[in-house]
């Protein structure tokens, strides 16, 4: 089974800086795009940052300039650094990646989400 577990999260004062991780385990092949999301309280669902296989990254303009997206595919490993920390920050973050599981001669790509992990901004 495949798993994607964050860690990381935890309290900061503004402007302070914290750093995520998304790990894969389990019978991983390979990360393909993966994608961290954040949910406020009272609040739906949304997209924070995106990277895809190849590196290339996208961020919402909310966190654009302050939050950094990259990944280690030897470790099927994707982080967050995020600098700046603002109270509107203050979320669960939740990793969701696109995973290739199998062999390298039979491989199909699946859709998974970690249970998240509490950020919390506040003086």
């Known amino acids: 089974q495949v798993r994607l577990v964050e860690s990381g999260g935890g309290l900061v004062q503004p402007e302070g800086s914290l750093a995520l991780s998304c790990a894969a385990s389990?019978?991983?092949?390979?990360?393909?795009?993966v994608h961290w999301y954040r949910q406020a309280p009272g609040k739906e669902r949304e997209l924070v940052a995106s990277?895809?296989?190849?590196?290339?990254?996208n961020y919402a303009d909310s966190v654009k300039g302050r939050f950094t997206m990259s990944r280690d595919n030897a470790k099927n490993t994707v982080y967050l650094q995020m600098n700046s920390l603002k109270p509107e920050d203050t979320a669960v973050y939740y990793c969701?990646?696109?995973?290739?599981?199998?062999?390298?001669?039979?491989?199909?790509?699946?859709?998974?989400w970690g249970p998240g992990t509490q950020v919390t901004v506040s003086s």
């Open positions: 389990g019978s991983v092949f390979s990360l393909n795009d």
């Open positions: 990277i895809i296989s190849g590196g290339t990254t």
């Open positions: 969701n990646a696109n995973v290739i599981t199998g062999t390298f001669f039979a491989q199909i790509n699946q859709n998974f």
